[in-house]
């Protein structure tokens, strides 16, 4: 299931990284703030919504060590944020697609305004088709469900492809084996 | 035809950028690659099913929707009225002290010029997909309803936005896109109100689904406080798991994606940024949604899931674009949704636009018979109004042989000066058009009745009977000839019933379709007089009649009592390379040993593959007798004939000509074949104008020699 979903995700332009554990993701998480030069400026700052993940984790300590990175999405942060980071319910292996109840605004703001959107997801919750997550996920339950298939695009002009338009320009997807938070 | 619309044809095809855009991006190959391992037959009768239901349905979903999101917290509006919408939106502007507005897209909204009236009440609203701003900017309409903006160039596009952000921008696209996103930011960030449409709205838990590539759909649902979803009723569906065969084939069919980036489902308000609840108000429109649901024929037309394929495969809308159209939604689906948002007579110009080849008809993922329901506003025009005078005068000649053989006598005389080797290659004055890129084809000395008179025939036990067309009668009667010549090889006798006419296709297309079951009436009784195996056609268009339409037609025009006999004849008639064929595989008919024949290619008229579905056959046949077969690029697009078409817009017909001319000789072939006396006519005529080595053959022309 994880192979497919990741041809199909990488084939629309999604990055797609998998890890067996949860230290191991946050390794990769750290290393990708600092390579994107994450400074407390507005346009630098990094996001973590509220995420499952984040059980256990010290997350003073992160922000101290990088300073721009915030736990709190405001409409006012998330405009002036260069990366956000959410956890989001579901993958679909054969479109490559990420799922999430982004009922709570600060999911929203964090995975529709930055430039770049790492989306953290259990490989365990990849599923097979759109029926098989519409099974698991439903409107009495969820209020507002939220399908991403890669990174924000538009071919509006002249059909050639430009990405970016007014979501992210990148999507990171970062799998991980035994997330230990899984939604 | 109005000469203003004739202006807005001509100006249309001066300008080819959305030409050129469709052909860089080569849909049709891209779409199929999008539905691979997918049963798109299977999938898209699922997608009728459930959107006929929903037409079926539509007050009782509508309530329940209101229900199901009322109880979810949203408010729920529903009017008929175009008016009652924007006033409704403009109340609660005024109400909540709404000054600003982003719209994400919402064809519901173009279709009641929702923007001018906001203007006009002070409130300024902004699109925000991409295509839609563009459009906004340069005060026009969308010309393609999945891609407003597909008609504007790049340095067109960056000179709007460069008026609206006061500097010089470069033609980078990249960088364009960018300066939109700049732009529409901030007025996403300022906006008091947020309107967006649905793809599609479920009643059994009154949600809504957004589908957008860009992700303004997100933000217009998330950074306004109020969001207003402006809904058409078409867009409803019963339950929630109906929604799944939209979403799969709605990317795939519209922009040849998999899967859109962003589909948002929203079932009630949410929580806004400063911890109070979304407004949200749904608007469900009718706007003649439920008196087209009361309509046996056009009830179809709801299943539309708006993906605009039928715009990208049209042979039409690739050379005149959308604004020919006139109104808001444009091509073959446009013409219907205007004929009944608007009104029927709006579309008096627009339907004849439709050459009737059905290339969209079989991509359609809502499984609706576009061209079906343009010839039927076209034969409720006739109905309403008459045909013009001419058309039926000729069409009532075409029926009466005796009298159209008498006055195309009367034309061979008259061709005489202008005929050399079998064509006409000028006429003079008003009539030079129809010869300017494409010469005509003379009528024939001797007519095939006559002809056929002089055929020696072996006596047989197996017979057929052979129906000519007008086609073969008097221009090509040598195809008959060549007919008669292969089944006799096959041990088959042919008869050629003399009360045989016209097969009646030309009034059917022009919409009169009385005029059509008088024909079909008059050719099924000498058609099946002498009890024959087979009733052999090799016109396309005849077997269309023959085959297919025949028994519709005569239940539609209260023939009741003649249905019977019509579709006896239906089950017996073939057409010619369909029977050749069999004859070969059945071995009654054996191919010369050892032949290595000419390089062909073969076109696929519109009638056979479209209407009668007989393409394989004559490639099967074809290939057994020895000739090697190289396909064109669209070997199915239509060329442009049209029967009457090719006389009623000619320019267009002429355009589509021209690139099919390009295609056949890309394949380096010496014949190009076709089992259709009018493509044949138009094939061989352009070929002749262009002085081209290749011919144009009947598929028996180039088999007559070819069997033991």
Known sequence: MFTQFKVKAEAVGSEVHRFDTKAEALDFIEKFLKEENIKDAPGSFALWADSPILKGVDTKALAKKYPGLKFEVTRKLAKDAKVCITQVDWGIANTGTVAQDSTAVDQRLAAALPWIHIALLSTDTIVADLPALMSRMHPSRNRYITLTTGPSRTADIERVLAIGVHGPERLVIVCIDESGGKK | MTKQFTKSIHKALKNQNLAGILDRWNYPTARAKAYEGIDFEALRTQIAERKGYAADHLDDLAERFKKAAESRGAKVFRTSSPQAVKDYITNLCKEKGVKKVVKSKSMASEEIHLNKHLAENGIQADETDLGEWIIQLAHQTPSHFAMPALHLTKEEISDLFSKEVNKPLSNDIQ????????????????????????????????????????????????????????????????????????????????????????????????????????????????????????????????????????????????????????HIYTGGIGTILTAWFNELKSTEDIQGLCIGCGKCKEICPGKIDIPGLILEIRRRLAAKQGLPFVYKSALSVINNRKLFHTMLRAAFLAQKPFAKDGFIRHLPMFLSGLSEYRSLPTIAPVPFHDLFKKIKQPASKTKAAFFSGCAIEFVFPKIGEAVVKVLNKAGIEVLFPEGQSCCGIPHWGSGAFDMAALAAAHNIKPLLENDVQYVVTACATCATALKKEWPHVLQGENMDNLVPEAEKLAAKTVMFSELVNKLIEERKLTPKDGQQLAKITYHDSCHAKRHAGIYKEPRAALTAVGYELKEMFENDTCCGMGGSYTVKQPELSMRMLKRKLKNIESTGAEYVSAECPGCLIQLAGGLDKSSSKIKAKHPAELMEERFK
Not at chain 2, 206 to 227: D, F, M, Q, S, Y
Not at chain 2, 295 to 304: G, I, R
């Open chain 2, 175 to 326: 960088q364009l896109v960018k300066i939109a996103r700049k732009e529409l930011r901030e007025k996403f960030l300022n906006a008091d109100l947020g309107i967006s449409g649905a793809n599609i709205a479920i009643a059994e838990t009154g949600t809504i689904i957004t589908v957008t590539n860009e992700g303004n759909a997100r933000l217009v649902t998330t950074l306004p406080k109020i969001h207003v979803a402006l809904v058409g009723l078409e867009k409803l569906v019963a339950n929630y798991t109906d929604a799944i065969p939209i979403l799969t084939a709605l990317p795939k069919s519209a922009t040849s994606q998999l899967m859109t980036s962003y589909v948002t489902l929203i079932t009630g308000p949410t929580p806004n940024d400063d911890g109070s609840m979304k407004d949200l108000h749904i608007i469900l429109m009718d706007n003649k949604r439920t008196e087209m649901a009361k309509d046996p024929k056009f009830k179809e037309a709801l299943q539309c899931i708006r993906c605009a394929s039928c715009l990208n495969v049209c042979p039409v809308y690739r050379l005149v674009g959308g604004h020919v159209f006139g």
